[in-house]
């Protein structure tokens, strides 16, 4: 499935969106996970959020909802040299 | 100051991101704020990560920490009549 690996993580890029919010929805409905991470970094971290309000408020409403969010960030030097700060966020979705 | 309110909170949308980091770090250092709430929405979530993590971990580093995060969306008809959901973030930054 799209973006995901084992272990009932998504990770958010530049795919079609829907396709990441069907492989949480999935996870959830037929392979049995009890709770799905959504992890993103840099820009993609908006649409990670988006993911998870969809995937919670329109497919799995009253089933599932946010239980933990996380952010952090690392630094390190780009290809001039420079030092570049990337955020992250890993969002947990939970059965209620 | 930009993008800042009353009570302790800080809006981000597109103006310079130093200017939204230094509002948040002067509302703790000359303000005597214990909290400080970043607020966004849409395609400037990512940004208020980004502010949350250059304000705690480069400014403010060992003196304020992220407290809590929430996640929304609302759902409303854009001007063609179409049902279209925007998600928002809220970072609470705290003293340690």
């Known amino acids: 499935?799209?973006?995901?690996?084992?272990?009932?993580?998504?990770?958010?890029g530049n795919k079609p969106f829907m396709n990441y919010v069907t492989g949480v929805v999935m996870q959830f409905t037929t392979q049995g996970a009890s709770e799905v991470i959504i992890k993103s970094r840099g820009k993609f971290?908006?649409?990670a959020v988006d993911v998870a309000e969809v995937a919670a408020k329109r497919f799995l409403e009253?089933?599932?909802?946010v239980k933990d969010i996380t952010i952090n960030s690392e630094e390190f030097d780009n290809k001039e040299g420079k030092k570049v700060r990337?955020?992250?966020i890993e969002i947990t979705l939970g059965k209620k």
Not at 3 to 10: A, Q
Not at 62 to 65: D, E, K
């Open 1 to 12: 499935m799209t973006g995901s690996t084992d272990d009932h993580t998504v990770f958010i």
């Open 86 to 88: 990337v955020s992250s």
């Open 62 to 65: 009253g089933n599932v909802a």
């Open 45 to 47: 971290i908006s649409r």
